[in-house]
């Protein structure tokens, strides 16, 4: 069975502090993907990253990184010099692709606040 | 080229009524899977299906729940005889046949609808 446990509920920060949100993943599968997603106020789904298990490159996107570590099945996540308009809930997901079956486990997810 | 299309975005609903959330993927894609979003909670997978066909209902409830996708036409999830407990976010998701490792990367959620049953 698939899990993804981030254990931050809720993280404030203030406007321009960096701020790092983490992901830990259970799976028996040798081949998987990785999510992050981001749900702002406004409620639509909006992807951010998808990584394969095995490329455990890190991955930087401007002000978003992300540290794949397989050897702590963790995939973290890290928003620098964060803005008000970063404030949304993130959610880590996993999959097992099985025939084409791509269905997603989500995390609980983690509501960032950024304060101004 | 318009993304996964849901509709309605709001639906409300008294309880014992019946719910019909609607999906259009996105065009060329044959694969939908539709997904349930408590309040404060993360998504859970419900179903995933293929044209005319359900491949994985592993997430369905067991009752009151079902989902189509014809030949033509969008997916439709059906919820019968409403309670409160169903009041959440629906999302859907489309993706092509096969990605694979692709780089671009097709799976795509619409905006969901949220049920909402008084």
């Known amino acids: 069975a698939q899990k993804v446990t981030q254990a931050q509920t809720e993280i404030s920060v203030v406007e321009k502090e960096d701020v790092t949100l983490d992901c830990v993943y259970e799976?028996?599968?040798?081949?998987?993907?990785l999510f992050w997603y981001k749900q702002p106020p406004s409620g639509e789904l909006v992807f951010l990253i998808r990584?394969?298990?095995?490329?455990?490159q890190n991955e930087i996107s401007g002000r978003y990184s992300w540290n794949f570590q397989k050897s702590t099945s963790s995939f973290n996540f890290t928003i620098t010099a964060s803005q008000v308009v970063d404030s949304a809930v993130y959610f880590c997901a996993l999959s097992t692709p099985n025939f084409g079956n791509e269905k997603l486990t989500f995390g609980t997810g983690t509501r960032l606040t950024i304060i101004p | 080229n318009a993304g996964v299309m849901q509709n309605p975005r709001h639906l409300v609903r008294r309880r014992g009524q019946e719910a019909r959330l609607r999906c259009s993927p996105m065009?060329?894609?044959?694969?939908v899977y539709w997904y349930r979003q408590l309040p404060e909670e993360g998504l859970k997978f419900m179903v995933y299906l293929q044209k005319e066909n359900i491949i994985d209902e592993s997430g369905m409830p067991k009752e009151r729940f079902s989902a189509e996708f014809p030949k033509e036409g969008p997916s439709i999830l059906r919820i019968q005889q409403v309670v409160r407990g169903d009041s959440a976010a629906y999302f859907c998701a489309s993706s092509p046949l096969g990605q694979g490792d692709q780089t671009n990367y097709g799976y795509t959620f619409g905006s969901g609808t949220r049920l909402t049953v008084v």
């Open positions: 990584r394969n298990s095995f490329d455990e």
């Open positions: 065009k060329g894609h044959s694969h």
């Open positions: 799976t028996r599968d040798t081949t998987y993907y």
